[in-house]
C-alpha cells in the first residue's frame, strides 16, 4: 500500500506541474511526470513479490515459468503508453518552441497579456 | 552562424566514427531478437534514432550520414509503417487481419517467429526514421521554419 | 462481414501513409488520397447500413480461450453493432465532405501533404474507436485521432492557434490520462480488458465499491472533456475556430461525438451500467453545458466560435437525453448526436466559405452575402434552420424526442430547460442570418465572390442530408437510430443490451 | 526488497518535486532525466526489463530534445507560480485524484499480492501460440498486434504534427491561400 500511495504521490507533482506551472517547459516536465506515474502503477498492478521477467529462456519448464513470472499484459500496455507519452511530448515540444517563436517567451500568463 | 554547420570537436568526432556503426548494429540487434530478448522494435528505433542524433550533433546537420538518413526519413517511417499494415492485412490470407501467417521455425531461434520478426523490424523502421525526423525538425526548428534569413532549409 | 471489419481501420491508415510517402514525390496527388479513401469508406458504411450488418472478428484470429470459467478474450475484439455501424456511416459522410471542401481549400504549400496524413490518421483513429470492443484498444485509438486532432489544430502555425492547441493538447492529455487510470484500475480489479468480460465482472460484483466509483469518476472526467461537456468545455471554443474549416467540421462534427458521446456511452451502458448517481451527474452536465454554451455564444461576434459554444450547447442535449437510461431516451440523443454532426459540420464549411467570401469571421463586418454567394448562402441557411429546430428538418425531429423522452421520465423541469435552450438557440442563428446573408451589403464587399464548387457543394450537400433525413425520419432513419439505441439499451422485453454484446463476442462457448 | 521499491519510489517523487520547483529549466529536466532513469531502473527490479530498455532509451530521446529547447529559449521561471487559480486548480484536483485513488486502491488487491488473474494464459501458452520466448514481445505484436499497429501510428502521427507545426510560413505567419 506504502508502494501505491507514493506512486500517487507521483501522480499528483505532474498534475500540478502540469496544471499550476507557468513555464511550458515545466508544464511538459509535469505532463512527462505524470506518465512516469501512471506507467509504473500499471507495471505495479502486475507485479508478484518474488517473481521474475516473463521472458522465457531456452530449456525452462513452461509451467514452471507461469508459476514464477509477473503478469506480462501490463508490460505490454506500459510499452504502447510509453510510445504515446513520447509522442505527445514531442508534439508539445514543437509547439512550445513555435510558441517562443512567435512571442518571445514560454511564459503562459506573459503570453495572454502580450496577445492583449 | 548556426553551431550544427560546425559540430563538435575533432575527438568527439572520431569518437562518434568509432560508435556510430556499433550503435546502429546494436540498435538492429535489440530489434532482431525482440522476440527472445528484452527489447524489440521500438527500443531498437530509438537506439538507431540515437546513433543518428549523435552524428548530427558531431558533424553538424549538413555532413556525414545524417543528412542522407534525414531526407528520406519520412519517407522510410511510411515505409515501415506500410510494411506492418501489409503484414498485417496479408494476415486475411489466412483466415484473418493480424493473423500470422508465416511458416514458424524452431522455438529459441531467430526463425521461430518470422511474423514476429518482420514486425519488429517494420517498427524499427519506422520509429528510428520517424524519431529522427522528429528529432531533426525540434533541434533545427529556426532553419525548418525558415526563420532565419538563410533560405532553402530542407524540413 | 466480421472478418473484414478491420478494413475501416486500414483503408484511412493506407491512405495516411501513402499520403506521407508521396509527400515529396507528388504532393499534388494527396488531396486526390484522402477523398479516394473517404469515398471507399463511404461506399462500405453505406453498404454495410444498407444490409443492417454486424459482427465480430479478433484481430489475429485470438479470440475466446481457456475453458469453463477461466475462458476469456485473450486478443483483441473488434465488433460492429448498430450503434457503432450509425457513428460510422456518419463519419464516413462527414469525412467526404470535408475531404472534399479541402481540395480547393487548402493551398499547395509544403504542409498540405501532412495534413492530408493527419486527416486520415484522424478518420483512422475515430473508426478504430468505434470498433473497438477492447478498452485499452478504444483508448489506443481514442489516442490517435487526439494527438491527429492537436496537429490540425495548430495546422495554420499562428500564435493564437498554436496556443490554441496547447490548451487543447493539455486537456486532452488529462482526459487520456484519467481514461487510462481508470482502464488501470478496472485491469486491476478484474485481469480483464475486453468490454464483453470486463461487463460480465462487473455485473457479477467482480470490482469493489471504491475502484468502480473511482474508475467511473474518470472514465466521466475523461470522456466528458473529450467531449466538451460545460465544466471541462474551456478548450473547445478557442480549439475548434482556430483549426481550417473542414478540420473545425470534423472536430466539431465528429471528433467531440465518437471520443465523447460514443466511448462515454459504450462504457457506461455496456462496461460500467448505468446507475441514479451516474444520470444524476450526467444531467448537470447537460443542463450546464446547454445553458452555459448557448449563453456565452450570445457575446460573440467570431461565427467560428458562435458555432463552437453552440456545439457546448448541442453536447448538452444530447446529455441530458442519454442520462435518461430509457430506451426512447437514448435513441433520441443519439439521433441528436448523428444530427448536430451532419449541421454543425455543414455550418463549419459553410462558414469557412463565408471567410473566403467576405475576408473576415467578424459578424458585424458582413452582411448581404446572398447577394454574392448564393450557394454558399443557401447552404448557411438550411444548416441554421435545422440547427434552430425548425420543421421539417432533422433538428427539429431529434429535439423533439429529446423533449418528449424527458417529459415521459418525469423531468419536465429539464425539458422546460430544454425547451428553453432551443429557443436561445433560434434567436442566435437568426441573429447570424440576418447579419451576415441578409442585409445591406457593406461597400468593402463589392467586388466578393462566390468561392469554388467544391466548396459550396459539400455544405449543400450536407443541408439537403439535414432535410431529407428530417422529412425521410418515419420512413428509414428511425430504423438506423432505433437499431443503434437497441444495441445500447434493450427495449422491453428484450435481453439486455449488455448480454447481447457479450454473447456476440464470446458465441456459443460455454461460461 | 520492498524496502528497496518504497525507498527508490520515494527518491522518484522527491526528485519530481525537485525538478519542478528549480529555478534553472536546465538543471530542471536533468532531474527529470534523472528520474526516469530512477523509473527505469524500478522497472527492472519489478519484473520488467522490456519497460526497463524501452524506459531508458526514450528518456534519452526526450532529455535530449528538452535541453536543446531549453538552450533556445532563455526563459526563467518568475514570479509566483501563475494565478491563484490555476494552482488551486493544480493542487485540488491533484488532492483529489490522490485521496480517490488511494481509497480505491486500498480496496484492491494488496501491492504484489499473489492471485490468480486471466493473463496468466499468456504465460503458459505464448510460445506455442506465436513462437516467442519473450512473452511481452508476443502479447504486443501478436495477441494485441492491433493496438500496436494504433501506436505505430500515434508515433507517425505525433511527427507529422511536428512537422507540420515547424515548417516554413509566409512572413506574415499566416498560411497562403489557394
Not at chain 1, 505527445?88 to 513555435?98: D, Q
Not at chain 2, 553551431?3 to 540498435?27: H, N
Not at chain 3, 423533439?400 to 438557440?425: D, K, P, S
Not at chain 3, 448480454?499 to 464470446?506: L, Q
Amino acid at each position: 500500500m506504502t508502494f501505491y500511495c507514493l506512486i500517487f504521490a507521483l501522480l499528483a507533482v505532474g498534475l500540478y506541474g502540469l496544471l499550476a506551472k507557468r513555464n511550458m517547459l515545466k508544464k511538459i516536465l509535469g505532463l512527462v511526470i505524470l506518465d512516469n506515474a501512471v506507467n509504473l502503477l500499471l507495471i505495479a498492478v502486475g507485479y508478484r513479490s518474488g517473481k521474475g521477467a516473463p521472458i522465457l529462456l531456452p530449456g525452462d519448464d513452461p509451467a514452471a515459468f507461469a508459476r514464477s513470472s509477473v503478469d506480462p499484459l501490463p508490460q505490454a500496455l506500459v510499452l504502447t503508453s510509453i510510445v504515446i507519452g513520447l509522442g505527445v511530448t514531442m508534439i508539445l515540444v514543437a509547439m512550445a518552441l513555435r510558441l517562443h517563436q512567435r512571442y518571445g517567451t514560454l511564459d503562459v500568463d506573459r503570453m495572454d497579456r502580450l496577445k492583449g | 552562424m548556426p553551431r550544427e554547420r560546425d559540430g563538435l570537436s575533432a575527438i568527439v568526432r572520431v569518437v562518434t566514427q568509432w560508435l556510430f556503426v556499433p550503435i546502429l548494429v546494436y540498435g538492429l540487434g535489440v530489434g532482431f531478437f525482440g522476440h527472445l530478448t528484452p527489447g524489440g522494435g521500438f527500443a531498437g528505433g530509438v537506439v538507431i534514432a540515437c546513433g543518428f542524433v549523435l552524428a548530427t550533433i558531431a558533424f553538424g546537420g549538413r555532413t556525414g550520414p545524417a543528412p542522407v538518413f534525414h531526407r528520406w526519413a519520412a519517407s522510410l517511417e511510411a515505409v515501415g509503417a506500410m510494411t506492418y499494415l501489409g503484414m498485417a492485412a496479408l494476415g486475411w490470407s489466412a483466415g484473418h487481419f493480424m493473423q500470422a501467417w508465416t511458416p514458424r521455425g524452431e522455438d529459441f531461434t531467430l526463425a521461430s517467429a518470422p511474423f514476429l520478426v518482420v514486425l519488429n523490424l517494420a517498427i524499427l523502421l519506422k520509429v528510428g526514421a520517424g524519431l529522427f525526423a522528429g528529432f531533426m525538425v525540434l533541434v533545427l526548428f529556426d532553419r525548418a521554419t525558415g526563420a532565419t534569413a538563410r533560405e532553402g532549409g530542407d524540413a | 462481414m466480421g472478418t473484414f471489419l478491420p478494413f475501416f481501420v486500414a483503408l484511412p491508415l493506407l491512405a495516411g501513409f501513402v499520403c506521407l510517402l508521396l509527400k515529396r514525390a507528388a504532393p499534388r496527388a494527396t488531396p486526390w488520397i484522402s477523398v479516394g479513401s473517404m469515398v471507399g469508406l463511404l461506399v462500405a458504411c453505406v453498404l454495410a447500413t444498407a444490409w443492417g450488418s454486424s459482427g465480430v472478428t479478433f484481430a489475429g484470429d485470438w479470440g475466446v480461450r481457456g475453458a469453463g470459467a477461466g475462458a476469456f478474450v485473450v486478443g483483441i475484439a473488434l465488433v460492429l453493432d448498430g450503434f457503432s455501424r450509425l457513428f460510422l456511416l456518419l463519419v464516413a459522410v462527414v469525412g467526404t465532405a470535408s475531404a472534399v471542401y479541402a481540395l480547393r481549400y487548402l493551398a499547395p504549400e509544403e504542409g498540405r501533404p501532412l495534413f492530408h496524413v493527419l486527416f486520415n490518421l484522424l478518420v483512422a483513429g475515430m473508426n478504430g474507436a468505434l470498433l473497438a470492443g477492447d478498452l485499452f484498444n478504444l483508448y489506443v485509438f481514442v489516442e490517435v485521432a487526439s494527438i491527429a486532432s492537436y496537429g490540425l489544430v495548430a495546422y495554420q502555425t499562428g500564435g493564437e492557434e498554436v496556443e490554441a492547441a496547447f490548451k487543447y493538447l493539455v486537456v486532452g492529455t488529462l482526459a487520456s490520462t484519467a481514461i487510462l487510470i481508470g482502464i488501470t484500475v478496472l485491469y486491476a480489479a478484474t485481469g480483464y480488458l475486453n468490454m464483453a468480460d470486463l461487463s460480465a465482472a462487473i455485473a457479477g460484483g467482480g470490482v469493489p465499491r471504491m475502484p468502480l466509483l473511482f474508475a467511473s469518476g474518470l472514465f466521466v472526467l475523461g470522456f466528458g472533456m473529450k467531449a466538451a461537456a460545460m465544466p471541462f468545455h474551456a478548450w473547445l471554443p478557442d480549439a475548434h475556430p482556430s483549426a481550417p474549416a473542414p478540420i473545425s467540421a470534423m472536430l466539431s462534427g465528429l471528433l467531440i461525438k465518437t471520443l465523447g458521446i460514443y466511448a462515454l456511452v459504450r462504457v457506461f451502458y455496456v462496461v460500467v451500467g448505468m446507475d441514479e448517481n451516474l444520470r444524476m451527474v450526467l444531467t448537470v452536465l447537460g443542463c450546464l453545458s446547454m445553458w452555459g454554451g448557448v449563453l456565452l455564444a450570445q457575446a460573440q461576434d467570431d461565427v467560428k466560435r458562435i458555432l463552437a459554444f453552440h456545439s457546448v450547447s448541442q453536447m448538452g442535449y444530447v446529455l441530458v437525453a442519454l442520462a435518461l437510461n430509457s430506451w426512447l431516451g437514448v435513441a433520441a440523443g443519439l439521433f441528436h448526436a448523428v444530427n448536430h454532426g451532419l449541421f454543425k459540420s455543414a455550418l463549419f464549411l459553410s462558414a469557412g466559405s463565408l471567410e473566403r467570401v467576405t475576408g473576415t469571421r467578424r459578424l458585424s463586418e458582413m452582411g448581404g452575402v446572398f447577394r454574392k454567394a448564393p450557394a454558399t448562402s443557401a447552404g448557411l441557411v438550411g444548416a441554421c434552420l435545422s440547427i434552430s429546430g425548425i420543421p421539417p428538418f432533422n433538428g427539429f425531429w431529434s429535439k423533439l424526442l429529446i423533449l418528449i423522452a424527458l417529459v415521459t421520465a418525469g423531468q419536465t423541469f429539464v425539458a422546460v430547460l430544454a425547451a428553453g435552450a432551443a429557443l436561445m438557440t433560434l434567436v442566435t442563428f437568426v441573429k447570424v442570418q440576418r447579419k451576415a446573408i441578409f442585409g445591406a451589403l457593406p461597400a468593402r464587399l463589392e467586388g466578393a465572390h462566390e468561392v469554388p464548387a467544391s466548396m459550396y457543394l459539400p455544405a449543400l450537400a450536407l443541408a439537403a442530408l439535414c432535410l431529407l433525413s428530417g422529412l425521410l425520419w418515419p420512413v428509414g432513419v428511425d430504423g438506423i437510430v432505433g437499431a443503434a439505441a437497441s444495441a445500447v439499451l434493450a427495449r422491453e422485453g428484450a435481453p439486455p443490451a449488455a448480454t447481447v454484446y457479450m454473447e456476440r463476442i464470446h458465441g456459443e462457448v460455454p461460461r | 526488497m520492498n524496502l528497496i521499491l518504497i525507498g527508490l519510489a520515494a527518491f522518484l517523487v522527491l526528485g519530481s518535486v525537485a525538478a519542478l520547483e528549480m529555478k534553472n529549466l536546465l538543471s530542471a529536466v536533468i532531474a527529470v532525466g534523472v528520474v526516469g532513469l530512477g523509473l527505469s531502473v524500478l522497472f527492472l527490479l519489478l519484473g520488467a526489463p522490456d519497460i526497463a530498455i524501452t524506459q531508458v532509451v526514450v528518456e534519452v530521446i526526450v532529455v535530449t530534445v528538452m535541453i536543446r529547447a531549453t538552450t533556445r529559449t532563455t526563459d526563467e521561471e518568475k514570479g509566483p507560480p501563475r494565478s491563484l487559480a490555476a494552482v488551486v486548480v493544480g493542487v485540488g484536483s491533484a488532492l483529489v485524484i490522490v485521496g480517490f485513488g488511494i481509497a480505491a486502491f486500498a480496496e484492491l488487491p494488496r501491492f504484489g499480492a499473489e492471485r490468480p488473474t486471466p493473463s496468466f494464459w499468456y504465460l503458459a501458452e505464448a510460445l506455442r501460440g506465436t513462437g516467442a520466448g519473450n512473452v511481452v514481445t508476443s502479447i504486443v505484436l501478436d495477441f494485441r498486434g492491433y493496438d500496436t499497429l494504433g501506436e505505430a501510428t500515434v508515433i507517425l502521427v505525433s511527427i507529422a504534427g511536428a512537422l507540420v507545426i515547424a515548417r516554413h510560413v509566409a512572413r506574415d505567419g499566416k498560411v497562403p491561400r489557394a
